[in-house]
């Protein structure tokens, strides 16, 4: 059985930082792309970050460039999101997401393995 935990989520003020795992189990994913993804209440799941399968490419959605930085540990068969210079506007559930080929893309669907998801909520 696949399984993708995300942790580091929480309560933080504005300014602040947090940083985000996804431990993988039940399959190893170093050779598939991984994407952080989230989603505010009554807003569509969208894209925050992605990754290839060797770290080599990177993608940020034009919100959270300069802030965020997606990176991974394929001997730990875990991705991590460092979040930094947060805003209110990053309050969402934050979704770990498993590709199954080895460059990533921005949507949703294209990935088959979903994490729980993590809140992560700033105070202004």
């Known amino acids: 059985q696949v399984q993708l935990v995300e942790s580091g989520g929480g309560l933080v003020q504005a300014g602040g930082s947090l940083r985000l795992s996804c431990a993988a189990s039940g399959r190893t994913f170093s050779s598939a792309a991984m994407g952080w993804f989230r989603q505010a209440p009554g807003k569509a799941r969208e894209i925050v970050a992605a990754?290839?399968?060797?770290?080599?490419?990177?993608y940020y959605a034009d919100s959270v460039k300069g802030r965020f930085t997606i990176s991974r540990d394929n001997a730990k068969n875990t991705v991590y999101l460092q979040m930094n210079s947060l805003k209110p506007e990053d309050t969402a559930v934050y979704y770990c997401?498993?590709?199954?080929?080895?460059?990533?893309?921005?949507?949703?669907?294209?990935?088959?393995?979903w994490g729980q998801g993590t809140q992560v909520t700033v105070s202004s």
């Open positions: 997401a498993g590709g199954s080929n080895p460059y990533y893309t921005t949507r949703p669907y294209d990935y088959g393995y």
């Open positions: 990754i290839n399968w060797n770290g080599g490419l990177t």
